[in-house]
């Protein structure tokens, strides 16, 4: 496939023609081409094993080294990286081309400050003097919208929030002044107000003349900055286009799928009144400052309630505190009888709830004997549980790092449905996966739900996810509850500002 031209007939400073990555005789990438020009936003969207990640890695010379890569075109700024050699791509990176990765607290130095990670393109370019690094590290700090630059040079990156993180981040990619930024899920796991100043921010930068490549599974988020798409499906681009062409009128089915999946559609079967199965009342929780504040609510059987807000609010906090993992410093959770020991809680992240060692039958297994199943019904109940969630009971034999993030997410809700619970609490269990994967997921939950007559307590920052699954819902800002009520009525007509801030954040990347 020849690589489509920039809008406007502008040279392209990245230019891609007949990519293909090949990695232990399996072809992964194939036929690959695009083209991104000054000051443009090109895309590259699809699910998780689609081959975008790879494509960009082969963009920075960063592929494992028995990976075999082959292209017609491969210029980075005038520079022909189809055969460069490791040198070469030391001197392209950073210079020319700059990676902003997905997890900022892992790609950054948890011992180094900040000041030092972003000064460092700058001593490996040599663009900056060593006197003038100090001003010229709070120059991009502050040109990133980072707060207080000169205090948050000193800090390190633990001690930034999740966004400033990400910033500093990208401050740092841009310290040698590249012409092309590649952003690989930048936003993934952000809140919803936090991304959209970070998809601001590469907006902007765009804008100011750098070429931006944009990985995503976030349809909303490349509808919000990207100029044109490139869509990959299985290593192949499967459309391409002007974004607003591909985003509202979508050739290829799974175009379509992938923008039907970014946006969850609404629950729309309202549940009558149900006995109370838990009371909050005032409870308060502090660490070295207050994390819950005078939190009080009631939570009914068979309903769906959804906790949002920002990191830092309380959410998680909140859940720890009614499963019990937390004591309370103040106030009290009253449960229904009954109701406390079938209690389950399904992580946001199964592949650190697993036991790597363990395969995910001995996994579920474990969980059943807890449960009190005879070992002779284990092999066979857990066989059940996988059909359950929508798996192969044959993945039963695999251990959690050979499966994907949706059939992890699947097979850990199957290892909590192992207890029997009444009762999920799912802490953002959808907030890594792919849009497509995502919507499967909740589509399970959902149908779970209903067959199982599960309650559920759901914490996310994502609002399109709480409105496809909430039927009650929490707002919560500071380690307090700031709006409540039934979802449909609180999304439709917020009445706190916050909530009106994260609606207006979450829409404005829709």
């Not at 040079?153 to 092309?180: D, K, N």
């Not at 097979?411 to 269990?429: G, K, S």
């Not at 209903?450 to 996310?460: A, K, P």
């Amino acid at each position: 496939m020849s690589a489509e031209a920039p809008a406007g007939g502008a040279r392209s400073v990245l230019r891609v023609e007949g990519l293909r990555i090949r990695i232990d005789r399996r072809v992964l990438v194939d036929d690959v081409a695009f083209t991104v020009a000054p000051g443009e936003c090109v895309a590259l969207v699809g699910e998780s094993g689609a081959g975008k990640s790879l494509t960009v890695r082969a963009l920075l010379g960063l592929l494992p080294e028995h990976a075999v890569v082959s292209a017609a075109t491969l210029e980075v700024d005038g520079v022909d990286a189809v055969a460069l050699p490791e040198r070469g791509w030391r001197t392209l990176r950073g210079a020319r081309i700059a990676l902003v990765s997905q997890d900022a607290l892992v790609s950054l130095d948890p011992l180094r400050r900040i000041s030092a990670e972003v000064a460092e393109p700058l001593e490996i370019h040599g663009s900056v003097p060593r006197a003038a690094r100090g001003a010229r590290v709070r120059e991009l700090l502050a040109d990133v919208a980072i707060p207080e630059p000169e205090r948050r040079a000193r800090q390190r990156p633990h001690e930034l929030s999740g966004g400033l993180r990400q910033r500093a981040l990208i401050a740092s990619a841009l310290a040698a002044a590249p012409t092309v930024l590649v952003a690989d899920e930048p936003t993934t796991a952000l809140d919803a107000t936090v991304q959209a100043r970070v998809l601001t921010l590469l907006r902007r930068i765009a804008d100011d003349g750098t070429a931006v490549v944009f990985v995503s599974h976030d349809m909303a988020a490349v509808r919000r900055i990207a100029d044109r798409v490139v869509v990959l499906k299985d290593g192949r681009v499967v459309e391409h286009g002007a974004a607003g062409q591909v985003l509202a009128a979508p050739k290829d089915a799974y175009t379509r799928d992938l923008v039907l999946a970014s946006t969850p559609a609404p629950r729309t079967a309202p549940l009558g009144d149900a006995p109370l199965l838990a009371t909050v009342a005032a409870v308060g929780k502090s660490f070295d400052r207050p994390a819950l504040r005078d939190i009080s609510f009631a939570w009914r059987r068979g309903r769906t309630l959804g906790v949002v807000g920002e990191s830092g609010s309380g959410k998680t906090t909140l859940a720890r505190v009614v499963l019990g993992v937390e004591r309370a410093d103040t106030g009290t959770v009253t449960w229904a009888a009954g109701v406390r020991p079938r209690i389950q809680l399904v992580h946001q992240n199964p592949l650190g709830a697993f036991d790597p060692r363990w395969s995910i039958g001995r996994s579920l297994r474990e969980a059943l004997a807890a449960g009190g199943v005879p070992r002779g019904q284990r092999v066979a109940r857990a066989a059940d549980l996988l059909r359950e969630v929508g798996l192969d009971p044959a993945l039963a034999a695999r251990r959690p790092a050979a499966l994907s993030g949706g059939q992890r997410q699947r097979a850990a809700i199957a290892r909590a449905l192992a207890a029997e619970p009444e009762v999920l609490v799912l802490d953002e269990p959808v907030s890594a996966l792919d849009a497509t994967v995502r919507a499967r997921i909740l589509a399970l939950l959902d149908r779970l739900q209903r067959d199982r007559g599960l309650t559920m307590l759901l914490v996310s920052h994502d609002l399109g996810v709480i409105a496809s699954v909430a039927d009650d819902l929490l707002v919560m800002q500071d380690g307090a509850i700031v709006e409540q009520g039934p979802a449909a009525q609180v999304l439709a007509k917020p009445q706190h500002s916050f909530t009106r801030e994260l609606l207006a954040a979450s829409s404005s990347s829709d």
